[in-house]
């Protein structure tokens, strides 16, 4: 069974909509993650969660907002779509306790903007 | 500031031929470092990992790879290259806990028949 479930695989988009990525986690993880891949340039951090709460932000736009409604949850909410947002969203989850740092990724959710 | 640089966009093996793949990075404190695979059209699975210790890590599928500081490199090796081997490989330095990953651009492995 997954462990980390992103919905949904495909998103299709026109520039300027709005689209929220959905993330589950059942590894019973306290920290969740979101990185970017695309073309152009390589992973790319985008944010981490520790308990909920948003422990770092590297995205400088604020057209991504995370949502965390459950501690196994983090979606990420995108408006104002461009092309350039055209990418591969992954989520991760890892556990926060010394001696763990390794995290897992889930499946991805792959965005074209049109 | 963290980097990871992977020198090799692309590296072509023959089946059964040893492997390795570079990966050098640059960080001030002490560095915890991962090597993923990506299949296609898949997510990022975790190849193997170092913390501390032993400076040579085993990893799932044959896969080792060598921490050596003095040369800031942990590069992965395999003895023995399989078809199924074929992906895109991610090394990534992390500071620890809770913080986000940086990575190299990746190496497409590419094995011939």
């Known amino acids: 069974d997954p462990k980390i479930i992103q919905k949904p695989k495909y998103l299709v988009a026109v520039t300027g909509s709005e689209k929220i990525l959905i993330c589950e986690q059942y590894?019973?993880?306290?920290?969740m993650y979101w990185y970017r891949q695309s073309a152009k340039k390589p992973l790319e951090f985008m944010f981490s969660?520790?308990?909920?709460?948003?422990?770092d932000n590297q995205t400088a736009s604020s057209r991504f907002q995370p949502q965390s409604s459950k501690k196994n949850h983090l979606d990420l909410q995108i408006t104002a779509l461009k092309p350039d947002d055209s990418a591969t969203y992954f989520c991760?989850?890892?556990?926060?306790?010394?001696?763990?740092?390794?995290?897992?990724f889930g499946p991805g959710t792959r965005l074209t903007v049109l | 500031a963290q980097s990871v640089t992977q020198p090799d966009a692309r590296v072509t093996v023959s089946e059964g031929a040893s492997l390795q793949l570079r990966c050098k990075y640059s960080?001030?404190?002490?560095?915890?470092l991962f090597w993923y695979v990506q299949y296609p059209r898949q997510g990022l699975q975790l190849l193997l990992k170092?913390?501390?210790?032993d400076p040579v890590v085993q990893g799932v599928n044959g896969f080792e790879a060598e921490f050596i500081k003095s040369n800031s490199s942990f590069h992965l090796r395999k003895a023995s290259v399989h078809w199924s081997d074929s992906a895109v490989y991610f090394c990534a330095v992390s500071a620890g806990s809770n913080y986000q990953l940086i990575w190299g651009s990746g190496t497409k492995l590419i094995i011939k028949p």
């Open positions: 969660y520790s308990y909920q709460k948003l422990m």
């Open positions: 991760a989850s890892s556990q926060e306790r010394l001696g763990e740092y390794e995290q897992y």
């Open positions: 960080y001030s404190g002490t560095p915890y």
């Open positions: 590894l019973g993880h306290n920290a």
């Open positions: 170092y913390y501390s210790g």
